[in-house]
Antibody
Framework: QVQLVQSGAEVKKPGASVKLSCKAS????????ICWVRQAPGQGLEWMGV????????SYAQNFRGRVTMTRDTSTSTVYMELSGLTSEDTAVYYC??????????WGQGTLVTVSS | QSALTQPRSVSGSPGQSVTISCTGT?????????VSWYQQHPGRAPKLLIY???KRPSGVPDRFSGSKSGNTASLTISGLQAEDEADYYC??????????FGTGTKVTVL
């Protein structure tokens, strides 16, 4: 069965960077894009960007350009999302999701990132 | 990119129908038939309900339907059930391999 398993919760200080992982299984890793979406406490979903696992190419939301980097390791079927220059406004649950022709059909369990001094 | 606009909340009694609007611009909703809808229960990851404006993935009840007119997409829940109480988000392709979500709507079953 398709699964996206994300890394555990993180606590970071302002100005630091965080790198999250999302390990895919149960399907051909290079056949589907993976996107990242975040959700601040009590707030809505925010699309951050997408990575094409087969090529490593990326597209980022304007709000995150210059601060976010998405990479992948095809040997372990894992995608990574690194966000730098963290502020308290980056405190959120970060989700990865598989982007099929039918929308975002499978989601990871989410990773809570807390930014606090 | 600004978030798509959704009503903050809608409510209905069991068995009734509710419709959630999702208003974008001619650069996103109005230009592409790539609108999807997601249901999110508290503490859970979102779940895909509708894709390509009106298509339902297998396993999603036909009580959920989607449509679009101009810059506004809509999700209708017919025959409202208690388990439909959740947050709902639209999402649209916005060009240049980017997407944008809606502001989210809380559905309350009275």
């Amino acid at each position: 069965q398709v699964q996206l398993v994300q890394s555990g919760a993180e606590v970071k200080k302002p100005g630091a960077s965080v790198k999250l992982s999302c390990k895919a299984s149960g399907y051909s890793f290079t056949s589907y894009y993976i996107c990242w979406v975040r959700q601040a406490p009590g707030q809505g979903l925010e699309w951050m960007g997408v990575i094409v696992p087969s090529a490593g190419s990326t597209s980022y939301a304007q709000n995150f350009r210059g601060r976010v980097t998405m990479t992948r390791d095809t040997s372990t079927s894992t995608v990574y999302m690194e966000l730098s220059g963290l502020t308290s406004e980056d405190t959120a649950v970060y989700y990865c999701a598989r982007n099929s022709d039918s929308g975002y059909d499978f989601w990871g369990q989410g990773t809570l990132v807390t930014v606090s001094s | 990119q600004s978030a798509l606009t959704q009503p903050r909340s809608v409510s209905g009694s069991p068995g009734q129908s509710v419709t959630i609007s999702c208003t974008g611009t001619s650069s996103d909703v109005g230009s592409y038939n790539y609108v999807s809808w997601y249901q999110q229960h508290p503490g859970r990851a979102p779940k895909l309900l509708i894709y390509d404006v009106s298509k339902r993935p297998s396993g999603v009840p036909d009580r959920f339907s989607g449509s679009k007119s101009g810059n506004t997409a809509s999700l209708t829940i017919s025959g409202l059930q208690a388990e439909d109480e959740a947050d709902y988000y639209c999402c649209s392709y916005a060009g240049s391999y980017t997407y944008v979500f809606g502001t989210g709507t809380k559905v309350t079953v009275l």
